[in-house]
């Protein structure tokens, strides 16, 4: 199936299928002196067992690292040089006006990150957490920062929350209370004093992030799980519940729960930083990157095991393989399930059936079971099939266009490939030089023969020279002009014959009248660029859920496909020989961007920046029932989208 390996290992995503540990029962790392302990914040910190670790302590520990002045210069000089020379969008990022659906302010990514430059800082930590937040504004869901010496601890609120429309009115409730209190579905009328939808809003917009790509749904969501030390130890609730004697409205002040991260042991700031954040010696090269990259922050899940009970949700073991489980429904009949999909054939409606996709994190076999699912239900007599992505945060682009052709092969040999291009450099055109047609120990990057020429004949021929790197065009955007490669394709190769074939059998092979996917804001990269072709390209109706009542809402959050890091960049040059223009940094880090920008057909704007093509056709509000149970939103949107 995959003859082209350069793109069955481009990762479009930040992947949703995170691995957070939870060592509940762990001993305190390093047990020390008790005296000694108490001098030092680490010191106190790593002293702690495990389960009475509490916010004040990482805090502590995390302001009390010094600030290296060398450091914090070559970190911003490597981050802001990646987003000078390599990142794609930093022009596209200036625009003034994104439309709607988008909301975004213009960014200057160069300029913000010129500014923490110049600042003289105190607090390593508050270096770090500026940059990290500078970079945050792009609101581009491939492009972070993360450094692991602020990242080793995890913290969670136990009231998760949603906001269900109830006969027409829009309120934030209480989605779960992990402490079993009994606050579900209390309306959460104030947090931190303010109105709390508001507040909700004014979060989600500060960190970057649209509140659209909240959940609320089974997974902590990214309010009530925060992967950095959140601004103070605790979240103040004001909650009325009708369900509650006296009904007055209840006062709660919430600590956080900490879990850390990772088992690293450290005694005091000095082993805090040489073992949790410097990056050792053999840590500076990295394997070429594959599928199981660590996940990005945002996406974070903290795991319990009481979760694992009824949940559909990931579960994980600590820092081990995600897993999904899969949920029983009542009224819908589990046919064949994979490592990417399941399919349930409903009861109430047996012409229909329900494709789920909650990740594209697998491999590129997933399309057989894919056909195993859709013969199945072809054989129950299915004529209907509702794709829900909801959740789905990415993975393998190639399973990606695998999986729109399993519905709609292809009729064109590239009608699942985007046309995308990417930036030109100098530094670039060094790397692409040696690089064409070499084996750079797999990463590939800067090859040309890795890339389609659109000028050629034939629709799928690769560059036989290296003009893509050699011969770019310059192009102003916001006023600022850029090189860039001229546009080329990510190809990915039509299905089988055998495939195909199969597939004419089935009622809704290439008819977009028997089909709908379902997504919300967490369908993002890779999950993105399935629902742009099947919605712009082949006309299928999308129904998304979630966001604000009355607001646009997008169907999916960000498109696929391009991430590589600051590591990748780092062990291309490494691979060809070449020094890299890029400082390495000093602490273990996890520096993110998009580095190819792809475009919707006949299309001049980026897709990431092209909001028409992320508007859905139909809007779907929570409820408290279908935000408990799909089973019930699956028969909504089929009731909806095939009236009689
Ligand atoms: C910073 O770098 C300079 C020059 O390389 C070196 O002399 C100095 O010791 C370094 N300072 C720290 C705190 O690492
Ligand atoms: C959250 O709830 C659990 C279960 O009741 C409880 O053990 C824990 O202390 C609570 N956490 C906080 C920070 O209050
Ligand atoms: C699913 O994952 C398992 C475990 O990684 C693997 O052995 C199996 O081949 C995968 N199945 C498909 C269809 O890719
Ligand atoms: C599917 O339809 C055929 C023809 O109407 C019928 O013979 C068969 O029993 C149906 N199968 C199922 C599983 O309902
Ligand atoms: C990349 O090109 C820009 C101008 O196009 C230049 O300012 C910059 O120094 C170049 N960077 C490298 C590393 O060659
Ligand atoms: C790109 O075009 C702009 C304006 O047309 C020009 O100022 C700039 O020098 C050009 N850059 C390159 C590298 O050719
Ligand atoms: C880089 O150097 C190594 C060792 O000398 C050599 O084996 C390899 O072929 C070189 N790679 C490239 C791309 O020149
Ligand atoms: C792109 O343009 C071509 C030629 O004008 C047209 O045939 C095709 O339908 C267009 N495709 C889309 C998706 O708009």
């Known amino acids: 199936m995959v003859s082209f390996t350069f793109n069955s290992l481009i990762l479009s995503a930040s992947l949703a299928v995170a691995t957070i540990a939870t060592f509940s029962t762990a001993a305190p790392a390093v047990p020390i002196h008790r005296s000694k302990a108490g001098s030092d914040a680490c010191g106190r910190l790593g002293s702690k067992s495990v389960r009475n670790i509490k916010y004040k302590d990482v805090a502590d520990c995390y302001k009390a690292i010094p600030i290296n002045r060398n450091i914090t210069a070559t970190t911003i000089s490597a981050v802001h040089d990646l987003f000078r020379d390599y990142y794609v969008f930093t022009d596209s990022a200036l625009t003034p006006q994104v439309s709607a659906p ?56 136990n009231l998760t929350l949603y906001a269900p429309v109830m006969d027409g009115v829009q309120t934030l409730r209480v989605y779960k209370d992990n402490a079993k209190r009994g606050y579900e579905d209390c309306i959460v009328y104030k947090i931190d004093g303010n109105p709390a939808l508001a507040h909700i809003r004014a979060w989600a917009t500060k960190r970057g992030y649209d509140v659209e790509k909240e959940a609320f749904l089974d997974e902590s969501g990214e309010f009530a799980y925060q992967s950095y030390l959140p601004d103070k ?96 429904f009542r009224d819908a009949e589990k046919l064949v399930s994979g490592n990417a999909t399941v399919f349930y054939h409903l009861k109430s409606q047996p012409d229909t059936g329900v494709m789920v996709v909650y990740t594209f994190d697998a491999e590129d ?39 729109v052709q399993m519905l709609f092969p292809n009729k064109q040999p590239r009608d699942a490939s985007y046309e995308a291009d990417l930036r030109v450099n100098k530094s670039v055109q060094k790397a692409a030089a040696v690089g064409f047609m070499t084996d750079d120990g797999g990463y590939s990057t800067y090859n040309a023969n890795e890339y389609y020429d659109l000028q050629t004949t034939g629709p799928a021929s690769r560059y036989n020279n290296n003009d893509l790197f050699a011969k770019p065009v310059n192009i102003t955007r916001n006023g600022r002009a850029t090189l860039y490669s001229e546009k080329t394709a990510m190809y990915f190769d039509p299905l089988s014959t055998k495939i195909v074939k199969a597939l004419a059998k089935f009622p809704w092979t290439g008819r ?46 960000f498109s696929g496909a391009s ?74 949107v089929v009731a909806a989208a095939w009236k009689k």
């Open 512 to 557: 977009r009248e028997n089909i709908r996917i379902l997504t919300d804001g967490r369908c993002g990269s890779a999950c993105g660029m399935a629902s742009y072709f099947w919605t712009t390209t082949h006309g299928v109706e999308a129904y998304s859920i979630g966001g604000t009542k009355g607001e646009d809402l997008s169907m999916f959050s």
């Open 365 to 403: 076999e997933e399309v057989n079971i894919v056909l195993k699912g859709l013969t199945a239900f072809h054989n129950r007599n299915v004529t209907k099939i509702l794709v829900d992505f909801q959740g789905n945060g990415g993975g393998l682009i190639s399973l990606s266009s695998n999986l």
């Open 233 to 328: 130890g605790y979240i103040d609730y004001e909650l009325h519940c009708s369900n509650k004697r006296p009904s007055g409205p209840i006062r709660l002040r919430e600590e956080w729960n900490v879990y850390p991260q990772t088992e690293i042991a450290f005694k005091d700031v000095k082993s805090y930083v040489a073992n949790v954040c410097m990056m050792a010696e053999d840590e500076t090269e990295s394997a070429p990157q594959g599928r199981s990259r660590p996940h990005r922050r945002n996406l974070a899940i903290p795991i319990k095991k009481r979760d694992l009970e009824n949940d559909d949700d990931v579960t994980a073991t600590a820092v081990g393989a995600p897993r999904r489980l899969v949920q029983e």
């Open 102 to 157: 988008f909301a975004s302010e213009p960014v200057d990514i160069l300029k913000e990150l010129t500014t923490i430059g110049g600042r003289k800082y105190t607090s390593d930590y508050q270096f770090h957490t500026d940059v990290r937040h500078a970079v945050d504004t792009l609101r581009d869901g491939h492009a972070s920062y993360d450094v692991n010496c602020y990242t080793n601890y995890g913290f969670e609120q």
């Open 563 to 636: 991430v590589i890091t600051l590591k990748d960049v780092h062990n291309t040059y490494a691979g060809l020989n070449l020094t890299s223009p890029l400082e390495e940094l000093a602490y273990k880090n996890e520096v993110r961007f998009s580095w190819l920008e792809l475009y919707g057909k006949n299309r001049t704007t980026p897709l990431e920046y092209d909001a028409e093509l992320y508007r859905p056709r139909h809007r779907l509000d929570y409820t408290r029932e279908n935000a408990r149970s799909r089973e019930v939103m699956w028969k909504e």
